[in-house]
T-cell receptor
Framework: DQQVKQNSPSLSVQEGRISILNCDYT??????FLWYKKYPAEGPTFLIS?????DKNEDGRFTVFLNKSAKHLSLHIVPSQPGDSAVYFC????????????FGSGTKLNVKP | SQTIHQWPATLVQPVGSPLSLECTVE??????LYWYRQAAGRGLQLLFY??????ISSEVPQNLSASRPQDRQFILSSKKLLLSDSGFYLC????????????????FGEGSRLTVL
């Protein structure tokens, strides 16, 4: 029973264009969402987060959008760079649940020069 | 500053052998500690989490166990490894009850690659 889903296992984008990574969740108790970036053989590193009281959070080239009614969030990377090539995981947690984080299966982004 | 270390980085073990992966956190007190596993082609699966010494919760029934003998030490173990235990194991920590929007609440170690033959 996967509560966080990333239905696109891979995405290929040209350098300079926009990358859009999508994530869906099923648990309506989730109220905090994060995106992580992971290179092979390394631990994931935090990228950006959003609380359920917002519908958008922006940090430089990265913007996360949250649609609570659709239980959907997306990560936009503009402009995409070859160094952005990695696996991106979305994660969700519910406050008051001991900060348990549930992750999606990841999307492998390839940014072509 | 806080740091997290886990070891060994790479492990090749025969089926039926025991396992011990260790994780330590420095620079923080009373962290929540987690073990995740990334199987080949799969996402990150939460295996165990701990909110304090000797307080362990298991997320999925499996061949593994976890222990937390000290505040900042988290150990993943198995008495007899199965082929299906192969994967990339990640230790992580967070601080309970301090959600700070815009910051990463879960911090990962470098990971341990386990191959069971």
């Amino acid at each position: 029973d996967q509560q966080v889903k990333q239905n696109s296992p891979s995405l290929s984008v040209q350098e300079g264009r926009i990358s859009i990574l999508n994530c869906d969740y099923t648990n309506s108790m989730f109220d905090y969402f994060l995106w992580y970036k992971k290179y092979p053989a390394e631990g994931p590193t935090f990228l950006i987060s959003i609380s359920s009281i917002k519908d958008k959070n922006e940090d430089g080239r990265f913007t996360v959008f949250l649609n609570k009614s659709a239980k959907h969030l997306s990560l936009h990377i503009v402009p995409s760079q070859p160094g952005d090539s990695a696996v991106y995981f979305c994660a969700a947690s519910a406050r008051g649940n001991f900060n348990k984080f549930y992750f999606g299966s990841g999307t492998k982004l390839n940014v072509k020069p | 500053s806080q740091t997290i270390h886990q070891w060994p980085a790479t492990l090749v073990q025969p089926v039926g052998s025991p396992l011990s992966l260790e994780c330590t956190v420095e620079g923080t007190s009373n962290p929540n500690l987690y073990w995740y596993r990334q199987a080949a082609g799969r996402g990150l699966q939460l295996l165990f989490y701990s909110i304090g010494i000797d307080q362990i919760s298991s997320e999925v029934p499996q061949n593994l166990s976890a222990s937390r003998p000290q505040d900042r030490q988290f150990i993943l173990s198995s008495k007899k490894l199965l082929l299906s235990d192969s994967g990339f194991y990640l230790c992580a920590w967070s601080v309970f009850g301090t959600l700070r929007p815009g910051t990463g609440e879960l911090f990962f170690g470098e990971g341990s690659r386990l191959t069971v033959l």
